[in-house]
């Protein structure tokens, strides 16, 4: 017993940017391309813009669904990193701390939990259930952490989202409006 307990306590995850090519989750920031279609469905977004690819400079200002300015470049959104540790929490639960570097100085940021619920795709809990202790804004320097107790342990393949909200405001519970005011930036797998 006292073995497992010790195990979960090693468990470790490493967050990777969120993109078409990696990560079942959409990317929810856009670049302007004239010569892009509007889309809807999954990642909606106006006429003229598209989710970045691998190719697209790093000085690209990102905007969102609408259009309009997230206070980004491609070039800091992509080099964000994070890593997770997951330990035995009080109640049954589970403790998760987290930590970022290269995230957008002084922006809100959230963490969720990402699982697919069948026909309705995926759903987004914060990470602590009620959306109170899984926020923070990141320091002038683009650091910040979280260390967040979970009422349960947290299914292995869910995923941990980070996002960062544009509006700079928490959504309590809510994600907030993906695309819109929600940009899933880092990703990763529960153990």
Do not use: C
């Amino acid at each position: 017993m006292l073995a497992a307990a010790v195990l979960v306590a090693l468990a470790g995850a490493t967050f990777q940017p969120v993109t078409a090519a990696n990560t079942a989750q959409p990317p929810q920031v856009f670049v302007r391309d004239s010569s892009a279609q509007a889309q809807t469905g999954e990642n909606p977004h106006a006429w003229g813009l598209r989710p970045p690819g691998d190719n697209d400079s790093d000085a690209a200002p990102l905007v969102n669904a609408h259009g309009e300015s997230i206070k980004a470049g491609l070039g800091v959104w992509r080099t964000a990193t994070g890593t997770a540790t997951f330990e035995p929490g009080s109640q049954g639960g589970q403790r998760v701390k987290a930590s970022f570097r290269g995230l957008l100085p002084n922006a809100r940021y959230s963490l969720f939990v990402r699982q697919l619920a069948g026909r309705t795709g995926a759903v987004f809990t914060p990470l602590d259930i009620v959306g109170a202790t899984n926020n923070f804004t990141a320091d002038g320097a683009g650091n910040g952490a979280l260390n967040v107790e979970v009422p349960a342990v947290l299914a292995g393949g869910s995923q941990l989202v980070l996002v960062y909200h544009s509006d700079g405001t928490d959504h309590q519970s809510s994600i907030g409006v993906l695309g819109i005011n929600a940009h899933p930036q880092l990703i990763t797998r529960v153990p």
